[in-house]
């Protein structure tokens, strides 16, 4: 079900229309300096500021000076402000009714001031529609604002690189760099492009893209991204990645696609608004006409504008851009605090979650698994180069862990080469080494191929890397982990929301449960498959479980897909996590979960502050309107005020603080 509203790319074709009709200059602009959107906002809105200038000095003329002016220059006047006002918001009337839109807040407008027009209301119907486009103004200058700070927390991408080509240096922009060319970083500057470490050793600010503060220092064949920036010393890197592929450009271009992702309450608001359009339109029609059959005295023009008030007060503005905006908030604070959420329907699926389920390696504990013992009747030297041969075909961090041991131990591993390494899921490799066939994995593995292992292996606690040659088995490999430092308190703040904790993993059962033990886990399964791993989430949401998993996002894609929400940990290591999580942690920090979950329930709630705020002065002031005691006036300022009101409450959420 979680991915079923990515499809919804527009709030609602009015709101559509609000940012596309009559603003088409503000586009130009949209990639320029952090000003010039809000200037070239304000400076297409000439006519909106002549208008006002006409309206004002009409009305200081009349009623502070008390000199009469003459009704032709009146409605002369008038009607040129109105016009040079109004005349985005009766372009989009004119547009939606000829595309079969009538019911929308632009015809709504353009009938509330043509009626007071009608009715020698003329000052008051300019007010009306002035008032409106400046609201119009604020709201388009809040969502380019909102939208901008989101882009501005992630696209750190330098427009300038050095490169190396025939033993010259170019600066050059970075998106005309080849792979595998070789870049110069000086100290100070940002890494414009992913790649691997030529120079020995240097140094990175890694805050942009982790939010972390601490300095990562990396050797040469390190791989390093774009957005780190180099400390200490001028560094030379070769070129891995396209400048449109590298990480951070993709992040960036999640996050920005993001905002186009709903949230079911955007949905329902986009949805009510829709219904809710005719509704007051027809209510408007019943104040002005009904009191002809009931009201004694009844006067057309009154009653019509007692429903010009209530056509005002009714416009669903402050609720079709306030709403979105909030949610624009919430994807900036949670990008603020290194959480890259890929739409605002999965801020919403993280206030109802009940249950994290967790893998361990990676997640909960470091996954910098060091090697502890090696035991084999075998010569220990060959011993270790077989199983670093087979190992090195391997991604996972125990593998990892093995091939640094060897090099550790005997140096340069890279001339004993397997041949025809495969994974075997859940299990380990196979593969050919020095003509013999080599398995290397857990005590499942040699179960699987039926070999005989000594029974106290079943009793050692640690993870254990277990090696068959060619059918016999040959020795065995201890490894440790390390749990996080703020893996207890994330548990234990999950708990205090009332969330209940699980953690699956492919690792030995002892070992897990261990693991569970010291961080208070209420239930923790070992020695699963990936597919052990889909069913136990399955059995969780049919007993009606909330679920989001966390994990590493390149095994698990499958457990990924079936949970509520998918959350990759550390997702800057992998391709594959960008791809299929829902949410992104940028650092390996297990809290982050936590401040996930919080930014959801306070984005929902600010949310929820709006509709109601706006639908409780709405309503108040309608019926006001209908019992003829608010004027158009009090009608528009209310609409505006409540707009800006609301803008504000959701700019709240991006100074907010989740820690």
């Not at 006409?54 to 009704?71: Q, R």
């Not at 632009?106 to 009306?128: Q, R």
């Not at 608001?269 to 027809?282: D, E």
Request: net charge neutral.
């Amino acid at each position: 079900m979680k991915n079923t509203e990515a499809g919804h790319t527009h709030i609602s074709q009015d709101v559509a229309d609000k940012t596309n009709v009559g603003h088409e200059h503000e586009h130009d602009h949209e990639h320029s300096h952090p000003h010039s959107v809000e200037k070239s906002l304000l400076k297409s809105r000439w006519r909106l500021w002549l208008s006002l200038t006409i309206l004002i000095g009409f009305i200081v003329t009349v009623y502070v000076f008390s000199i009469k002016v003459i009704k032709p220059i009146e409605i002369g006047l008038m009607l040129v402000a109105y016009l040079l006002a109004g005349y985005p918001t009766l372009e989009r009337a004119f547009r939606s009714v000829r595309r079969g839109d009538f019911f929308n807040e632009f015809t709504l407008m353009s009938i509330a001031t043509l009626g007071a027009f009608y009715i020698g209301e003329y000052s008051e119907g300019v007010a009306v529609m002035i008032f409106y486009e400046i609201g119009e103004l604020f709201q388009d200058l809040a969502v380019n604002r909102s939208k901008r700070s989101i882009k501005a927390l992630l696209d750190v991408r330098p427009d300038a690189v050095t490169v190396l080509r025939n033993g010259n240096q170019q600066v050059v922009h970075p998106s005309k760099v080849a792979i595998g060319e070789t870049i110069v970083v000086k100290s100070g500057e940002k890494i414009a492009l992913d790649g691997t470490l030529l120079t020995e050793k240097a140094s990175f600010n890694t805050a942009a893209l982790t939010g972390e503060s601490r300095p990562d220092t990396k050797r040469a064949d390190d791989i390093v991204l774009a957005g780190m920036i180099n400390l200490d010393t001028v560094i030379e890197m070769k070129v891995s990645t396209a400048f449109k592929d590298s990480k951070l450009s993709r992040i960036l271009a999640m996050v920005q696609d993001a905002t186009a992702r709903k949230a079911p309450t955007q949905l329902f608001i986009s949805r009510f608004a829709k219904i809710y359009t005719p509704i007051v339109f027809f209510l408007a029609l019943a104040v002005i006409f009904l009191p002809y059959f009931f009201v004694d005295s009844y006067q057309f023009n009154e009653w019509l504008y007692r429903g010009m008030v209530f056509l005002v007060i009714a416009c669903p503005c402050a609720l079709t851009v306030s709403i979105p905006l909030g949610y624009f908030g919430g994807i900036g604070l949670a990008s603020r605090h290194g959480i890259l959420v890929k739409g605002s329907n999965f801020l919403d699926v993280m206030t109802g979650l009940n249950t994290v389920v967790s893998d361990k390696t990676g997640t909960l504990t470091k996954g910098v698994f060091k090697v502890q013992e090696v035991n084999t009747s075998l010569d220990k030297k060959e011993f270790i180069q077989i199983v670093a041969a087979i190992e090195s075909a391997s991604t996972h961090p125990i593998a990892k862990a093995v091939v640094d041991y060897a090099q550790a131990q005997i140096g340069k591993t890279s001339e004993t080469k397997a041949e025809k390494a495969e994974e075997i899921a859940g299990h380990g490799l196979k593969g050919i080494v020095n003509g013999k066939t080599v398995l290397c994995g857990n005590l499942k593995l040699l179960r699987k191929f039926n070999i005989p292992y000594p029974a106290e292996l079943e009793q050692i606690i640690d993870t254990i890397v277990v090696v068959a040659i060619d059918n016999k088995y040959a020795g065995y490999l201890t490894i440790a982990d390390e749990v996080k430092e703020d893996a207890a308190k994330a548990i234990a703040d999950l708990k205090a929301l009332g969330i209940e904790t699980v953690m699956l993993s492919g690792d030995k059962s002892a070992v897990v449960q261990k693991v569970a033990d010291q961080l208070h886990i209420s239930k923790a399964y070992g020695d699963l498959l990936p597919e052990d791993k889909v069913q136990k989430v399955q059995e969780l949401k049919n007993a009606g479980k909330k679920i989001a998993f966390v994990g590493d996002g390149v095994n698990d894609a499958p457990v990924v897909a079936l949970a509520d929400a998918g959350i990759a940990m550390g997702g800057l290591g992998s391709d594959a996590t960008i791809e299929t999580a829902d949410i992104v942690i940028q650092n390996d920090q297990p809290s982050k979960i936590v401040a996930a979950i919080k930014i959801g329930k306070l984005t929902k709630q600010v949310v929820w502050q709006n509709i109601i705020l706006a639908m409780g002065v709405k309503i108040a002031v309608m019926a006001l309107g209908a019992g003829g005691v608010a004027n158009l006036w009090e009608a528009v300022f209310a609409d505006v005020g409540v707009a800006l009101l609301a803008i504000l409450n959701a700019y709240r959420i991006q100074s907010k603080k989740v820690f």
